[in-house]
């Protein structure tokens, strides 16, 4: 089967400047979730769908960050205005959605904020 | 909240030789437990999980039991492979159902020939 998707791969952008990332679930997986990975730390969730709906966005830094699941499927990340602390990987993944289905994560987007 | 520590890389060890990760994990109720692994250059892939007390996950020679009585779940491996050489993380689930993965920091394993 196909993997998660992303794009694009790097980003490079200056501060107060606006990124959207996206993401491509595998087919047929219900949950999608968005994750911050800064250097040398574990992933932290920033959201959490199931099919068009928000299930988690309490770490989401919402006066800046955004997203969105049209119909279910993908799904767009938005950064507006960037700021030097949002250089990170973004990492997205999906799951069938059942309890301890595993996650199955693309290969991120690094983002570098100058 | 629910959180996991995982002991501070990098580690390096030689080709052949055995090796230990460290995982311990603070939850409410039973968590379920996975290993993910990422490759240079490469997604998170998951390595093994475990989802009861006592449960051992296995793969590609890599083991780890879900020890509740002492909270952890440390990664072993027999005898490491240059190819081994990635970031490790530990990672827990909530118990009810479909909650989002919490991770540890990860720790960066190199192996030399």
């Known amino acids: 089967e196909a993997g998660v998707a992303q794009s694009p791969r790097y980003k490079i952008i200056e501060k107060r400047q606006s990124v959207a990332f996206w993401c491509n679930p595998i087919s047929g997986h219900a949950t999608l979730y968005w994750y911050q990975q800064i250097l040398g730390q574990g992933p932290k969730l920033l959201i959490q769908?199931?099919?068009?709906?928000?299930?988690?966005d309490s770490q989401l830094p919402k006066d800046r960050f955004s997203a969105e699941r049209l119909k279910g499927v993908d799904s767009t990340l938005k950064i507006q205005p960037a700021k030097l602390e949002d250089s990170a990987v973004y990492l997205c993944?999906?799951?069938?959605?059942?309890?301890?289905?595993?996650?199955?994560f693309g290969n991120g987007t690094r983002l570098t904020v100058t | 909240g629910d959180s996991v520590t995982q002991m501070e890389g990098p580690v390096t060890l030689s080709e052949e030789a055995f090796l230990t990760i460290n995982c311990t994990y603070t939850?409410?109720?039973?968590?379920?437990l996975f290993w993910y692994v990422q490759y240079p250059g490469e997604g998170l892939q998951l390595l093994l999980k475990?989802?009861?007390?006592?449960d051992k996950g296995s793969n590609k020679g890599f083991e780890a039991t879900y020890r509740k009585e002492t909270t952890s779940f440390h990664l072993e491996k027999g005898s490491v492979q240059v190819s081994d050489s990635a970031v490790y993380f530990c990672a827990l689930s909530g118990y009810a159902g479909n909650t989002p993965l919490v991770f540890g920091k990860g720790t960066r394993l190199s192996v030399i020939a």
């Open positions: 769908f199931q099919n068009n709906g928000v299930v988690d």
């Open positions: 939850a409410t109720g039973y968590p379920s």
């Open positions: 993944a999906s799951s069938q959605g059942a309890q301890n289905s595993p996650l199955h």
């Open positions: 475990a989802t009861k007390a006592d």
